[in-house]
């Protein structure tokens, strides 16, 4: 009766414990004995696709063999199914399994590289073809060749090149000159992003645009003191404001005010806000004495800053700057501010002189939110001087949807 034997499964061995089995991809070895196995592991032990490389090296007189366990030369088998060596131990009659991984050994022939560099890139087929016109072409083919070659330009080159223009030109003009011309870019194609929040549905003029989102209660409250100084202003200190030029608008509407306390207090604390944003406008980079002269308080001064001005860092510190986008936001609050201070009509010519604006970008300004545009008066029955040339904008519900000027070319007259 043969003898029984029981198998023993083994703990899971380690990478450098396996088992080999291989084989030979160009036949069979009929000799195995005569072959010296090396095997080689991988020096990296961290990386964990690394450390498990194993290059098994099969010698003999003459011919080697070569297999590894990565690559594209490796079994994909290996990476599929689980492969177990079973040994038997004659004497327990216990058959221990082992794991194991396979090998395809290949000869290496003296003379030939084998070993292919991941890093070198191999001929493009426009590669391979210019190669065979440099040794077999024609002279034409030849001349041709020649031109593409010297009208291409290396990817790498027009990379520097490119790069060193900018440096050039960020050196010349400087970072901040460039921000802003991207800025002025940037509020010429649009207008929406800088215009106070708007209710077109709203029930009453006075919602379409809230005075609470142009002026919160909190700043509202606390010009209560500067609100007083203005609405205490004299005819004099008044005419010289006019002649000081650049309030405008806050002149005109100071010298009308309402005899209602409460209506004059609103519209002095409007007028002293309107001053503070058309100082604002007038301004490049700005420091923390901004409107400190004319009392404004240091929380209406913070509520500037974060609205109407960008930061930007210049000299090792940072400064605040009044962008062109960042004026045009100003004329829209503005132009918003002067609707709830001039019953929904605003004086654009004023407002105009006032900001360091052109005419036109306020009439843009005043398109955008939807105002209706009072044209002046023109005709034979219109005497010169007595009537008033100032454009001016009215809030009118429904708003006014403006088509987008596109500039149309005369055309030539055929002779």
Avoid: W
């Avoid at 426009?126 to 041709?144: H, M, P, W, Y």
């Avoid at 007595?386 to 949807?401: C, G, Q, T, W, Y």
Wanted: charged share 25%; net charge positive.
């Amino acid at each position: 009766m043969a003898a029984s034997c029981s198998i023993v499964c083994c703990e899971e061995d380690k990478d450098s414990e396996k088992a080999v089995i291989f084989r030979f991809s160009n036949g069979s070895v009929r000799n195995a004995e005569k072959l010296d196995f090396t095997m080689y592991t991988s020096a990296d032990k961290v990386n964990p696709r690394k450390k498990t490389r194993r290059i098994l090296v099969a010698e003999s007189k003459r011919l080697s063999y070569v297999g590894q366990n990565f690559g594209t030369e490796a079994l994909k088998c290996n990476s599929l199914c689980n492969y177990y060596v079973g040994v038997l131990n004659k004497q327990t009659m216990q058959m221990e399994l082992h794991s194991a991984q396979l090998f395809n050994l290949q000869p290496v022939i003296p003379g030939e590289n084998t070993v292919v560099d991941n890093n070198e890139t191999t001929e493009t087929y426009r590669e391979k073809v210019d190669s065979l016109i440099e040794a077999f072409g024609t002279n034409k083919q030849k001349k041709a060749l020649n031109s593409r070659r010297l009208n291409m330009v290396d990817h790498h080159m027009l990379h520097q090149a490119v790069v060193k223009a900018a440096n050039t030109v960020i050196d010349e003009k400087g970072l901040h000159a460039l921000q802003q011309e991207a800025a002025e870019m940037e509020s010429q194609a649009d207008f929406a992003r800088h215009l106070p929040p708007c209710d077109a549905h709203a029930d009453t003029l006075e919602n379409v645009y809230p005075l609470e989102n142009l002026l919160s209660p909190v700043d509202f409250k606390a010009l209560e003191e500067a609100g007083s100084k203005m609405a205490a202003l004299t005819a004099e200190e008044l005419q010289t404001m006019r002649e000081s030029g650049g309030v405008l608008c806050v002149v005109k509407h100071l010298e009308n005010l309402p005899g209602d306390d409460e209506a004059r207090e609103k519209m002095a604390r409007c007028a002293f806000y309107l001053s503070m944003l058309l100082k604002l406008s007038r301004q490049k980079s700005l420091s923390h004495k901004f409107g400190m002269k004319e009392g404004c308080p240091r929380i209406v001064q913070n509520t500037l800053f974060r609205t109407f001005t960008v930061e930007t860092f210049t000299n090792g510190r940072l400064q605040n700057m009044v962008s062109t986008s960042m004026r045009v936001k100003l004329a829209a609050y503005c132009l918003a501010l002067l609707l709830h201070m001039g019953d929904m009509t605003a004086d654009l010519t004023l407002l105009h002189q006032d900001m360091a604006l052109s005419e036109a970008r306020i009439v843009e300004v005043a398109k955008s939110m939807g105002l209706t545009l009072a044209k002046p008066p023109r005709g034979k029955n219109v005497v010169a001087g007595l009537h008033d040339e100032r454009k001016k904008a009215s809030l009118i519900l429904p708003l006014v949807k403006y088509d987008a000027f596109v500039e149309r070319r005369k055309r030539k007259k055929m002779h």
